[in-house]
């Protein structure tokens, strides 16, 4: 009987540690991914808002637009990531899945 | 009198669906095999009610309008630690089986010691967490009823640790569910209104221009319990209990007990730990020039609360109830979502707070504008039903958030840090019982003298204890096999150690350098580092025999379906 990888994995073996350290590292790649997405764009505001005072005469919806770029936007950045990430994870996974145990 | 009912209806339902919930989920298995039939979106809307607490409901609002847009960055935070749970833990830690902290400490590294280092900084946490709960609690009963402070406190608390210890919300998704639906509902339905009935945001000039906030043109009369050191920002004339009297420009005065008046258009005081800002200083979300929004605590805070939410002892037994890996993920990204919804509001009362409740400047109480703004902005029956619903919503905050860490509490205590050894289900449950009532004690204790300090800076060393000690051990323990028990217990020490003692340190300290001010009030930026390299060097140098960490990271990262991770998760109980 031919071996598949998920008996290698089952039991263990080098190549079975192989696999799973790919899944692992690829899945850590995209995280890594979405994070720098959030931080890059989560973390420079701050900085952003100091370096710029203007956006404070700038008036949006009656209020500063300092104050509405932090008070709404963010959040559907936040849905968007998500969206996107569990996606790909989840399609991460399934690939695993036809590798291991072709069907 | 609306309001109190409001207030008795959310406890009572909360109460009585508590008890009625103990014959439903008897045992934590019980709880296990009703979960297959939860929905993402009914978990989802379980974790955000058990997480909106009084920082979120009365904290965001209270802070906006004592530091100004600073505030802004809190539910900001808040949410963005559901990504980062998303993204590192929801998934493996799911298919890993762990309830707790301390069980997947235990677990992960086959060390009980770990596993009881771990219960004492759940217990931290959560008593950081528990003290602002209680505090809100006292202030939404005196806000409504007049009842002095301590009443509300120990109201609440009773009720949480009676409820927790027969039993009730335990794991009863459906409660927490309903619980984020009327949060949502209270905080939601008042601000549209008051846009509505006050045609938009009324005199900008003092929320982004240069004025401080002053009195109404018909003049300000407030009531002081107890006597109040305040500085006038503008010389002013005043009256105590109808005597005239006059403060000068920056005079420090200790107000008497009794009725202020101030004449309408008069610059109003502040009370003690309060800045007079212009509007347009109040606006800014960053802040270089050393006020409370310094670009160090900004990223302090942002650090604390997204590395921090993993590490909250109550949230993560709640993403037990999901039956895998993938639906881990889905529930999290309905919570970002749902979380979202919520935060669009509290804004709205920080921003008409300004403007409307000037008073709560003069008292200190800030975070009381949610619950003061509805009857100030719209006099008469409306206002007052607004009122009701507000504190109705902000009760349903105190409980939900409140019991969540009474479970968490009474079950480290009884599960983690008893005296181990064959204790059956009858002893079990007497222990946990006892915990709960035990408990709540120090909590109760801590809230009676904090009255002073903030719900949301109480909220932020709860973050940042939690994102300097447990989400270096759940990111390290679940991506990074070569962790061990001895780094992973350096790391904890170091982090609870560095982060509390900062933080202690600026209870100790006044008025430095605005730097380390804002360190020592947000303290994660240092001490999250401090723990991760703790973890890693000593893990990277601890020579003993590693535990095969294969089984374990098969568990947490193997794919369902596939007959390789644990499948059917490790039951405790």
Known sequence: MRRTPRDELAEATAHGGLYLRRLIRAQVSLSAVALVAFGGVIGALPLALLLLPGLQDVYVLGLPLSIVIIAWPPFVLFIAIAVLYERRAEALEQSFRDLVEPP | ?573
């Open chain 2, 1 to 573: 009198m609306i309001a109190i009912a409001a207030i008795a209806a959310v406890t009572g339902a909360t109460l009585g669906l508590g008890i009625y919930g103990v014959r439903l989920a008897r045992t934590t298995s019980d709880l296990f095999v009703a979960s297959r039939a939860i929905t993402p979106w009914w978990n989802a809307a379980a974790i955000s009610g058990e997480y909106l607490s009084a920082a979120s409901f009365l904290g965001i609002a209270g802070l906006q309008m004592k530091i100004g847009s600073g505030a802004l960055w809190l539910p900001l935070g808040f949410t963005a630690g559901y990504l980062a749970l998303l993204l590192f833990v929801a998934a493996p830690l799911r298919r890993f089986g762990a309830y707790t902290i301390s069980d997947f400490a235990e677990a992960r590294l086959g060390s009980a010691r770990v596993r009881v280092l771990a219960a004492f900084v759940v217990l931290g946490i959560a008593g950081f967490y528990l003290v602002p709960q209680l505090k809100g609690a006292g202030l939404t009963l005196g806000e409504v009823t007049g009842a002095p402070y301590w009443v509300g406190v120990v109201a609440v608390g009773a009720v949480v640790a009676l409820n927790v210890a027969s039993g009730g919300m335990r794991g009863i998704t459906y409660v927490q569910a309903f619980q984020y639906w009327t949060k949502t509902f209270a905080i939601a339905l008042p601000a549209c209104l008051l846009l509505i009935h006050l045609g938009g945001l009324p005199e900008r000039a003092a929320m982004f221009g240069q004025e401080l906030p002053q009195a109404p043109a018909a003049g300000l009369a407030v009531e002081l319990d107890a006597p109040q050191q305040v500085t006038f920002p503008e010389a002013t004339s005043y009256t105590v209990d109808g005597a005239p009297a006059q403060a000068e420009a920056g005079e420090e005065i200790v107000l008497p007990a009794g009725t202020i008046g101030l004449p309408g258009g008069a610059v109003v005081p502040v009370a003690e730990g309060i800045d007079a800002q212009t509007g347009e200083e109040w606006a800014r979300p960053v802040d270089s020039s050393g006020g409370d929004a310094s670009p160090v605590f900004v990223y302090s805070l942002l650090l604390a609360t997204f590395l921090g939410t993993m590490g909250l002892p109550h949230i993560l037994v709640r993403f037990y109830t999901n039956p895998d890996g993938p639906a881990a993920r889905r529930t999290t990204v309905r919570v970002l979502g749902l979380l979202a919804l919520f935060y669009a509001f509290p804004i709205v009362y920080g921003l008409l707070g300004r403007v409307l409740v000037p008073e709560l400047y003069l008292t200190g109480e800030t975070d009381s504008v949610v619950l003061a703004l509805p009857e100030a902005a719209w006099p008469g029956l409306g206002g007052e039903i607004l009122g009701a619903l507000v504190a109705a919503g902000a009760f349903a905050a105190f409980m939900s958030t409140a019991s969540g860490l009474m479970v968490s509490v009474a079950g480290t205590i009884s599960f983690d840090l008893w005296r181990r050894g064959h204790a059956d289900m009858t002893v079990r449950r007497r222990r946990f019982r006892v915990a709960a009532l035990g408990g709540v004690l120090a909590p109760v204790a801590l809230a009676l003298v904090a009255r002073g300090l903030d719900i949301s800076v109480l909220v932020g060393w709860a973050f940042a204890l939690a994102a300097s000690t447990f989400c270096p051990l759940l990111l390290l323990g679940i991506w990074w096999e070569r962790l061990t028990a001895r780094g992973a217990a350096t790391g904890l020490v170091a982090g609870a150690v560095t982060a509390t003692g900062l933080i202690f340190a600026g209870l100790a300290m006044e008025g430095g350098h605005p730097t380390v001010d804002a360190l020592l009030t947000q303290p994660a930026v240092l001490s999250v580092p401090v723990a991760f390299a703790a973890m890693v060097l000593v893990s990277l140098s601890d020579k003993r025999r590693r535990e095969p960490a294969e089984a374990a990271l098969l568990a947490m990262h193997a794919p369902e379906g596939l007959g390789l991770g644990y499948e059917e998760p490790l039951v405790r109980a």
